[in-house]
């Protein structure tokens, strides 16, 4: 076995992964369309954000879509629409990023932290139950990496228990369950259009339902002025707002519009989405069955109800002791020094965040029901499957390595020997 590169060796892979994002002519020419059309606010044609909206609602499979300036504007925009009293509390899984966790906050609400089930790195349905107050009035289902949770438990309980869901699909454009899109399945769906999402135009978000009545209530949160989008209602047959005729700015909105030029862009990329996702997904299921005989790592469980898994980050659960007790950092530090570009993830997972730590501090600024403070005592919170993901077991695949070529998911076996023939020449 050759010397591994972290060691002065050659590396398994010494090309750099594909440039991303992918473009050509087409997304040059969508967005010239849309600068000559002068629409770059809005705008009706094509090359427009109503073309995207109606055409990303297709794709996902939703009657509605509207785009917004982020992922995170898109989960709050989401929450606002739910029209949930003030103090209320979000049910949602800690392996997750932040902005999950402060959209609940930053809209009035309480997160609630319920654990992951450790073979999915999705909230644990079984956990939900017990974790239900007489305050609680939603379910946050974050399908993490672009695996679908597991919807039909979760709806089963939103029902018989009077809560709403909602789906936070930043990772999950194309993703289905049971043939469905993600992001049409519960009350409502957010996704993030930032830039290492599976679908961007640089920053961006979509919020997407089938609901009349929260789409309306998203737009109003969205929109302060919602004057440019007359032609998208006109479209769909339906009144701008939920307001009353004659009344004044009668809600308390934002003003978190996507722009109709990064629509134009957004919309070329959903063109080549397809393709993309096709990809990924068949990379994500041949690196999983090429685990299946590496000692030390696994891919994560995926129910028969995941019938598309967009791999907009494959999770590789890493178990040291099939690496002779190697930390999870060495054994990245030592893949990347051999040019398989993985990660370790998140370093805590969010009920851990600083901002849960410090019950005096920011929270306190932000802490939707009372001047005492927060009742809810994060510190308490017991997540160990969350917990250990962070500690020791996860590793990411990115998005741009699963686009690659199967070439680059052997890559990471390949490597993966190297290191373990290592291992005594690596443990700190
Ligand atoms: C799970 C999840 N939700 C929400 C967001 C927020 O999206 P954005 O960065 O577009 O605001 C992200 C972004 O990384 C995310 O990973």
């Not at 073979?119 to 349905?125: A, F, G, R």
Request: with cysteine.
């Amino acid at each position: 076995m050759t010397a591994l590169a972290l060691h002065g060796g050659t590396p398994t892979r010494s090309r750099p992964y594909g440039a991303w994002p992918e473009f050509d002519e087409t997304d040059v020419e969508a967005v010239a369309d849309a600068l000559r059309s002068g629409q770059w606010s809005a705008g009706a044609g094509e090359n427009s954000l109503i073309g995207f909206e109606r055409n990303f609602a297709a794709y996902q499979g939703a009657a509605y879509c509207l785009s917004v300036n982020s992922g995170t504007s898109a989960l709050e925009v989401a929450l606002r629409a739910l029209r949930l009293p003030r103090g209320s509390e979000v049910l949602l899984a800690p392996y997750t990023y932040m902005a999950s966790a402060t959209a609940v906050l930053n809209t009035g609400l309480v997160p609630v932290f319920v654990d992951m089930d450790p073979e999915t790195y999705n909230i644990d349905p079984r956990l939900i139950e017990p974790a239900i107050t007489e305050r609680t009035r939603a379910v946050m289902t974050v399908h993490f990496g672009g695996l679908a949770c597991d919807l039909e438990s979760i709806l089963e309980i939103a029902r018989r228990r009077g809560l709403r869901v909602i789906e936070d699909a930043a990772h999950a454009h194309g993703s289905t369950w049971n043939e469905r899109g993600l992001g049409t399945i519960g009350d409502v769906g957010c996704f993030s259009l930032g830039f290492g999402k599976n679908l961007t135009p640089g920053i961006g978000g979509a919020v997407t339902t089938n609901d009349l009545d929260i789409f309306k209530h998203a737009i109003a949160y969205a929109e302060l002025d919602a004057g440019p989008r007359h032609s998208r209602f006109d479209e769909l047959g339906i009144d701008a707002a939920p307001a009353a005729p004659g009344e004044w700015f009668p809600y308390s909105a934002g003003n978190r519009r996507l722009g109709g030029v990064l629509a134009a862009l957004a919309g070329a990329q959903l063109g080549r989405l397809e393709g993309q996702t096709r990809r990924r997904a068949a990379h994500g299921q041949y690196l999983s069955e090429l685990l299946e005989d590496v000692d030390g790592l696994s891919s994560r469980r995926e129910d028969a109800y995941v019938t598309r898994n967009a791999n907009h980050l494959h999770i590789i659960r890493y178990d040291a002791d099939g690496f002779g007790g190697l930390p999870r950092e060495c054994f990245v530090e030592a893949m990347r020094a051999e040019g398989v570009d993985i990660r370790p993830g998140y370093v805590r997972p969010m009920h851990q965040a600083d901002l849960f730590g410090d019950l005096n501090g920011e929270l306190s600024l932000v802490w939707p029901r009372g001047d005492d403070g927060p009742d809810v005592d994060y510190a308490a919170m017991r997540c160990p499957a969350a917990e250990r993901a962070c500690q020791v077991e996860a590793i990411w695949v990115p998005q741009i390595v699963m686009l690659d070529g199967r070439e680059a998911m052997e890559e990471i076996v390949e490597a993966a020997d190297k290191v373990r023939h290592h291992t005594a020449a690596l443990t700190p």
